[in-house]
Nanobody, 118 residues
Framework: VQLQASGGGLVQAGGSLRISCAAS????????MGWFRQAPGKEREFVAA???????YYPDSVRGRFTISRDNAKNTVFLQMDSLKPGDTASYFC?????????????WGQGTLVTVSS
């Protein structure tokens, strides 16, 4: 599985942004999918995951603000980010998972940079 993230950019605090991750291959629907982020000088952090049956879960830091979804017909997973904060600034990475809970990545995409200005 090859993953290509896109849609990052600059947004003001309180704003919204949706990033996407397109997957190659015919087995996309059989994978759980996840999003992680990494800010400069910090460790990679789990952000969201969605199962093959579209169950979802989030850490407390983004729950209620971020929404993960998937479109199996388009081999794409999305992350809708609302009420963004400067602390959400990071490179965001998508991953295809070998396990849903806890999410364990099998394949990684490259990052897309999200910058939230105050």
């Amino acid at each position: 599985v090859q993953l290509q993230a896109s849609g990052g950019g600059l947004v003001q605090a309180g704003g919204s942004l949706r990033i996407s991750c397109a997957a190659s291959g015919r087995t996309f629907s059989s994978y759980s999918m996840g999003w992680f982020r990494q800010a400069p000088g910090k460790e990679r952090e789990f952000v969201a995951a969605i199962s093959e049956s579209e169950s979802t879960y989030y850490p407390d830091s983004v729950r209620g603000r971020f929404t993960i979804s998937r479109d199996n017909a388009k081999n794409t997973v999305f992350l809708q980010m609302d009420s963004l904060k400067p602390g959400d600034t990071a490179s965001y990475f998508c991953a295809a998972g070998r396990r849903f809970i806890p999410f364990e990545a099998a394949y990684w995409g490259q990052g897309t940079l999200v910058t939230v200005s105050s």
